[in-house]
Structures are given as structure tokens and as C-alpha cells.
């Protein structure tokens, strides 16, 4: 079975610090694609980044960044000068296609307080 | 102003009633999904759609059933059979189903007493 762990249940900074969010998955695929969503108090699920798995250069979206290490199945979330506005759930996802049908994973998630 | 509405944003039912939960889309996508999402955890999947006329159980589908009349509008019904539905539930929508980033509306809150 194809699953995706998050081994943080929460994490807290303070404010302008820089934050890391592990993320492993387990699958036999070559092909998939890996996502990292957030979730504010609204509950408002909001994407914050995705990478291909056949690119090698990690994905970036502004103090966003990932590092990919797909022989070792990890996918981590760089937050760089974090802001209050960062505090929130995040999530891993991982999708590929499986039994004829695109199927989206989702780790338990991380919950990240920024502390001012 | 694109995007995913779900209302209500709050619902509260009795036991043994269904209830029905909306979810629109003005992105004119063609795959919508239905997930739970229960503390702790991650989302499941309840249902998807890839094509108007068209939908597929996901991991959970049990005690639930879905529409899809129209590209824009995928409702979920919740039924008496589901037997936890105390849950907070998220819509959301793909350019097609794929290797696609999933659009999500700001979820509904179903409560059952």
C-alpha cells in the first residue's frame, strides 16, 4: 500500500526563523507527483507547491521551497522568513496512477505555529 | 471571481435523516472529488468525477452517494447508513483527473446528533 507519513504532529518557531517539514512516502512507481498544501485556521485548503518527480531540480514558490530526495522518498518543506500568516496545517500529498484511476495520498499533516 | 463554493458552511441533522451538501465550481473543470477529513488525519476520499454522468467510489463511499448532472455542481448525500458522519467535508475540483493540482472550497461542518 502506498502511504504517506509525517512524522511531525506540530512544530512552532519564532517569526522570521526558517522551518523544515518532513515528509516520506512509500511506492513502487517511477512516475508520480508530490504536493504540499496548507490549511489556515478557515480550514480553507490552499496549495502551496508541487513537484514532478522526473524533474530533478527542486520546486520553489517564493519562501517556499522543497527538497526532493526521491531514491530516499522524501519530500521536506522549507519555509523560509516565516510569518504569522504561515501558522496553520500543513499537508503532504502524494499522487500517481494506480489501478486505472489517479490516486491523491494524504500524510496526517504537521501543525506549524509561528510565534512572534 | 473563480473558484469552489460549499454551503452551508455549518449543518447540524439528527440522526437517521440524510442530508445533502453542495458544491459548485465556476473553474469549468471537469473532475470534482469529495473528501472527509476527521482530527488527526489525513483526508480520505469519498467520491470522484471525472466527467459529467460519470463518478467513482473512493476509499470511504459507504453510507454516502453523489451526483453529477452538471459540469459545475457535484452534491454529496449523506445517508442514515453512514454510520460516523460527524465530520468536516471538503469539495474540490481538477482540470481533468491527473496529474493535476486539486482546487478545494472552504468545506462544510456536518454535525449529527
Known amino acids: 500500500a502506498q502511504t504517506v507519513t509525517q512524522s511531525q504532529p506540530e512544530m512552532s518557531v519564532q517569526e522570521a526563523e526558517t522551518v523544515t517539514l518532513s515528509c516520506t512516502y512509500d511506492t513502487s512507481e517511477n512516475n508520480y507527483y508530490l504536493f504540499w498544501y496548507k490549511q489556515p485556521p478557515s480550514r480553507q485548503m490552499i496549495l502551496v507547491i508541487r513537484q514532478e518527480a522526473y524533474k530533478q531540480q527542486n520546486a520553489t514558490e517564493n519562501r517556499f521551497s522543497v527538497n526532493f530526495q526521491k531514491a530516499a522518498k522524501s519530500f521536506s518543506l522549507k519555509i523560509s522568513d516565516s510569518q504569522l500568516g504561515d501558522t496553520a496545517m500543513y499537508f503532504c500529498a502524494f499522487m500517481n496512477w494506480v489501478d486505472s484511476n489517479y490516486q491523491l495520498i494524504w500524510g496526517a499533516g504537521t501543525k506549524l505555529i509561528i510565534k512572534p | 471571481d473563480g473558484g469552489i463554493t460549499q454551503s452551508p458552511k455549518y449543518l447540524f441533522r439528527k440522526e437517521g435523516q440524510n442530508v445533502t451538501l453542495s458544491c459548485e465550481q465556476n473553474l469549468n473543470h471537469d473532475a470534482m472529488y469529495w473528501y472527509r477529513q476527521d482530527p488527526g488525519q489525513g483526508l480520505r476520499l469519498i467520491y470522484y468525477s471525472q466527467i459529467v454522468n460519470d463518478f467513482q467510489k473512493g476509499d470511504i463511499a459507504e453510507g454516502y452517494s453523489v451526483s453529477r448532472e452538471k459540469k459545475e455542481s457535484f452534491p454529496l448525500t449523506v445517508t442514515s447508513a453512514q454510520k460516523n458522519p460527524t465530520a468536516f467535508y471538503l469539495c474540490?475540483?481538477?482540470?481533468?483527473?491527473?496529474?493535476?493540482?486539486?482546487?478545494f472550497g472552504p468545506g462544510t461542518r456536518l454535525t449529527v446528533t
Open positions: 474540490a475540483s481538477s482540470i481533468s483527473a491527473g496529474y493535476y493540482e486539486q482546487y
